[in-house]
């Protein structure tokens, strides 16, 4: 097997939230293989900065831009900007999202509204907006960050675990309905990572120890362990997979 199946020169991806975290790592592991970036986030200036140091490293053309996922309009204005800039996208990566923990019963509607909006909704608007230039192309990867969450519940997590369940859902249904079109789609699981919404984890001893216990391998993920994924299914390698879902969990879902 050659290892160009893996290469992604000439594609052009889009991270939502991909100015730290998870998606800080991916945009820099898909350039890494060549990939032309666009990096969203709600604020400009952190996805400008992300987007040119992305650029500088790996020697690939990227822009950054302030984009609310929720709301159609800025999805869609990102979408136009890549067209001109890049050719378009080939590639989204469907990774904004937000937790709040409380529980059921001290959750207001507001909160947990929000996290649907974000979790949910928001890739949602991106696929909507990003399948149709993928369609003309004939080609199209689509990848919804998911979480082992969406698989497996934890107390103080609804709207959380009831997002991610659904992204698994929408990318099991949209890849029936763009499987014609050249266009795959699929999930990532991920398990614990020291990302900076797992900070009231990292920063409570015994919180942490609690997740650690549950984890078969016996530690979080190092954020390097999201590389091979997402490359993999953001590649030519995965054209036969869709439809499916990655754990990256250390095992915690086995059990």
Known sequence: MSLDLFKLHGKTAWITGGAKGLGFQMANALAGVGANLVISSRHADE??????QIAETHKVRAFGAAADVTKPAEVEAVV???ERELGGIDILVNNAGINIRKSTIEMPLEDWQQVIDINLT??????KAAAPGMIRKGWGRIIYMSSMLGQ?????????TAS???????AKTQALEFAKNGITVNAICPGPFGTE????LLQNPEAYQNFVSKIPIGRWGEMHEIDGVIIFLA???SSYVTGTTITVDGGWTAQ
Do not use: D, E, H, T
Not at 122 to 127: E, I, M, V, Y
Not at 164 to 170: F, T
């Open 47 to 52: 996805s400008v900065a992300a987007a040119k």
């Open 164 to 170: 991610k369940a659904g992204l698994i859902l929408l």
């Open 80 to 82: 136009a900007q890549a």
């Open 122 to 127: 928001g890739p949602f608007n991106c696929s």
């Open 152 to 160: 497996v519940g934890l107390a103080a997590r609804p709207p959380y």
């Open 235 to 237: 590649s030519p390698a």
């Open 197 to 200: 919404m797992n900070k009231p």
